[in-house]
């Protein structure tokens, strides 16, 4: 533009000193006048133009700004979902495990309480069988108490047993035995 300018006053310059006619030099002088108006307006809404553009040059940058501190911002709160998400994965997956070790020990421990159950059952009639035996071999105590008690009954001074002829008296004053009826004394007259 300041070419522009140079050119205009230089051609108005050569004019006027050429020797055209007045009204030439006038019209073409004001001619220049309107055109370094116009320029000085252009450059003025140029200028006004360019501080817009810095403006908006100047809100872009600081939106860009604001967009990124959001875009960290929410880069930190993915990545803080991330880990939280990867360690309740992870939390699953430990529970997961624990689960499938119980599913694989159930089994595994009701076939040792059956097999322990069938152990105890088979061992119960050796066990029976065992005290049978045991007791087969031991003298039989009441068989000996037996003896020893027909042997003083039978034996003409007893030193045990004291045999006591009994009278109608003595059974007066028995005691009731189980599954006696009880008596009255008129029953007993």
């Known amino acids: 533009m300041p070419k522009l300018k140079t050119v205009l006053v230089v051609a108005i310059v050569s004019l006027a000193a050429g020797g055209c006619r007045d009204d030439e030099n006038r019209r073409l002088a004001e001619m220049a006048e309107r055109n370094l108006e116009r320029q000085a307006q252009q450059e003025i809404r140029n200028t006004e133009l360019q501080r817009q553009i810095a403006e908006g040059t100047k809100r872009l940058v600081e939106a860009d700004a604001a967009a990124r501190e959001d875009m960290i911002g929410l880069h930190r709160d993915v990545?803080?979902?991330?880990?939280?998400?990867?360690?309740?994965?992870?939390?699953?997956?430990?529970?997961?495990?624990?689960?499938?070790n119980s599913r694989n020990?159930?089994?595994?421990?009701?076939?040792?309480?059956?097999?322990?159950?069938?152990?105890?059952a088979c061992t119960v009639p050796l066990l029976?069988?065992?005290?049978?035996?045991?007791?087969s071999d031991q003298a039989d105590?009441?068989?000996a108490i037996a003896e020893l008690l027909l042997a003083e009954i039978n034996s003409p001074t007893p030193k045990l047993i004291t045999i006591h002829d009994r009278t109608d008296r003595d059974r007066s004053e028995e005691l009731p035995r189980i599954g006696d009826r009880p008596t009255s004394q008129s029953d007993r007259n």
């Open 105 to 120: 020990r159930a089994p595994v421990i009701a076939e040792a309480i059956k097999a322990v159950g069938l152990m105890l």
């Open 79 to 100: 990545q803080s979902e991330r880990s939280e998400l990867g360690r309740q994965r992870d939390l699953l997956e430990h529970d997961r495990r624990d689960v499938a």
């Open 128 to 135: 029976i069988a065992w005290q049978v035996l045991r007791r």
């Open 141 to 143: 105590e009441n068989m």
